[in-house]
DNA sequence: AAACTAGGTTACTTAATAGTTACTAGGATA
DNA sequence: TATCCTAGTAACTATTAAGTAACCTAGTTT
């Protein structure tokens, strides 16, 4: 949390699942944990610079955990921290949704 | 649904509440129709051509209602279609885990 | 000794998103 | 008759997000 001052509280949410990437990322994330070149593979159209870029700005948000295993080539691997936890019901929902409308129930 | 073809389903949901505004516009909605000038109020950041673009957006892909008065000054509200309906829980829990946040819970 | 590996970073370019200003309609009000 | 009102639109500019390509590390395999 930083500008902490909103019109209306889902601007809270918004700050940290907003944007092109973020919740497709959590998405695979809510299930198991992932490496990097897992989410990669997983979300083929995004770049190795996107992907960094929100995968950091979800731990400095508190979203998510990074493990770096100490060996060579390098081993890094992503999984929801306990706050993330908290978006589970948020990112399930809107899965469900999403499955609703692509079966014309929506 | 226009792409159709998704590699998540979630990228459904993101196709039509995704970027920075449809989610904030549609949590007033959820609430009460409102009008243009209502909304713009509501939310003070957005420019009246980003309202008109994202409510256009919002009624092409069937989430909101546009309802014209025929009257001069012009009067349009706007509220949430059936379809739009079905996106309540979605907007609900999403409100809800913003407020968590706000209050440290998250 | 060269090449390969995973998980990045950097500098640069391009595309998408958003903002600004001016303008419109046409009846109601001063 | 001049001005106000709401809900826009159009043309143009600025800002921000995203993509591209090259490079880095340092142990392991060929």
């Known amino acids: 949390m930083k500008g902490n001052h ?3 509280p889902v ?3 918004l700050e940290v699942i907003g944007g092109k990437w973020k919740v497709l990322i959590l ?3 809510k299930n198991k944990k992932m490496r990097f070149s897992e989410l990669q593979k997983s979300i083929p159209q995004i770049t190795k610079k996107m992907l ?3 995968l950091r700005e979800l731990e400095n ?3 998510i955990n990074r493990y770096v295993y100490q ?3 390098p081993k890094v691997e992503y999984s929801l921290s306990d706050i993330g936890e908290t978006l589970r019901e ?3 929902i809107m ?3 999403g499955e609703k409308r692509i079966n014309n129930q929506a």
Chains 1, 2 share one sequence.
């Open 71 to 73: 060996q060579v080539p």
């Open 61 to 63: 948000d508190g979203i």
């Open 6 to 8: 909103y019109n209306i």
């Open 11 to 13: 601007e809270a949410t």
């Open 95 to 97: 899965c469900a949704w």
């Open 90 to 92: 948020v990112l399930d």
């Open 27 to 29: 998405c695979h994330l």
């Open 52 to 54: 960094t870029q929100q």
